[in-house]
């Protein structure tokens, strides 16, 4: 029976430490100024029906984008990086000067789908060589 009492003392006590911790964390959320402004997380959430007077709440949100953001980036220069490099290995008789990396939206596309995001994307300027040109000289090219 004692140690039952323990077991239950420990887990109230474990559960009063988290409970100190979140309470502590929600109140360091007012003085802190998140990346992504609170009208604009308090408009999205409004969008999707979730209204909530708490600041404390709609800076959470706005932490876990950024995070989520910033995780996404990260996976994408990742991506850049690995396809980059491959290029670099093909080519190796030219020394390559420009040590800039180039995101592209496959780098991006790739990074969101290990997130459970998959991006359809339209051919823009910088994805075909073929965009920009006139549709009847592009018929011709094919």
């Known amino acids: 029976m004692n140690?039952?009492?323990d077991g239950q003392q420990e887990s109230s006590e474990v559960r009063q430490d988290d409970d100190a911790a979140l309470s502590e964390f929600l109140a360091s959320l007012m003085d802190y100024t998140p990346?992504?402004?609170?009208e604009l997380v308090e408009?999205?959430?409004g969008k999707?029906?979730?209204?909530c007077p708490d600041?404390?709440?709609?800076?959470?949100?706005?932490?876990?984008?950024?995070?989520f953001v910033a995780e996404?980036?990260?996976d994408a220069l990742q991506h850049c990086k690995a396809r980059?490099?491959?290029?670099?290995?093909d080519k190796r008789d030219k020394q390559q000067k420009d040590k800039r990396l180039i995101l592209t939206m496959d780098d991006?596309?790739?990074?969101l789908r290990e997130y459970g995001v998959n991006v359809k994307h339209q051919e823009y300027f910088a994805d075909s060589p073929s965009t920009g040109i006139d549709p009847a000289s592009r018929e011709e090219m094919n």
């Open 108 to 111: 991006l596309s790739k990074a």
């Open 48 to 51: 999707s029906g979730f209204q």
């Open 43 to 45: 408009h999205y959430l």
């Open 3 to 5: 140690n039952m009492n």
């Open 84 to 89: 980059q490099a491959s290029v670099v290995k």
């Open 72 to 74: 996404v980036a990260n």
């Open 35 to 38: 990346t992504i402004p609170d």
């Open 55 to 67: 600041v404390r709440l709609i800076r959470l949100v706005a932490v876990a984008t950024q995070k």
